[in-house]
C-alpha cells in the first residue's frame, strides 16, 4: 500500500510503502486508549505545577509545603468564597441538591422516558 506524503521529505520522499498490515498496526498506534483524557496542560496549568493552585478559582493543585505542614499542625489559608468555588462531593452536597429539586422542581426530561417500542412483526 503507497501512502502519499503531504510533503517531499528533506532526502525527496515522496510517498511510502506499508504492508496492509503494518499501515493498520502504524493507524491503530494512533487511536487513543478508552477513556483517556485528551486535554495535556502544560507550564503552570500543568497538575503538578507549583504556581497552579494560585491560578485556578478553587485553589487547586500542588502547594509548596508551609512550616505549618511540616510541623503536622494543618490551617485552611482560603478565604470563604474560594472555599465556597469548590464543590462539595459527598451525602451533604447530594441531599442539598436533591432538596432543591423537590422545592423548585426539575425539568421533566430529566425525569421522563420514551415509551418502549414494540417488537417489530416478522412478514409471514
Known amino acids: 500500500m503507497r501512502y502519499p ?8 520522499t515522496t510517498q511510502v510503502e506499508f504492508e496492509p498490515v503494518e499501515f493498520i498496526g502504524k493507524l491503530a498506534a494512533l487511536v487513543p486508549p478508552p477513556r483517556a483524557d485528551l486535554s495535556r496542560f502544560h507550564s503552570v496549568s500543568a497538575p503538578n505545577a507549583n504556581l497552579r493552585a494560585q491560578l485556578t ?10 512550616d505549618e505542614e ?3 499542625t494543618k490551617s ?3 478565604s470563604p468564597d474560594e472555599k465556597r468555588r469548590q464543590k462539595p462531593e459527598g451525602p451533604t452536597a ?7 429539586f423537590e422545592r423548585h422542581g426539575a425539568p421533566h426530561k430529566a425525569h421522563s422516558r420514551t415509551a ?9
Open 5 to 12: 506524503l503531504k510533503t517531499p521529505w528533506k532526502n525527496g
Open 57 to 66: 478559582p478553587s485553589g487547586r493543585g500542588k502547594r509548596p509545603i508551609t
Open 70 to 72: 511540616s510541623t503536622g
Open 76 to 78: 485552611d489559608q482560603r
Open 94 to 100: 447530594i441531599r442539598a441538591n436533591l432538596a432543591h
Open 116 to 124: 418502549p417500542r414494540a417488537l417489530p412483526t416478522v412478514a409471514a
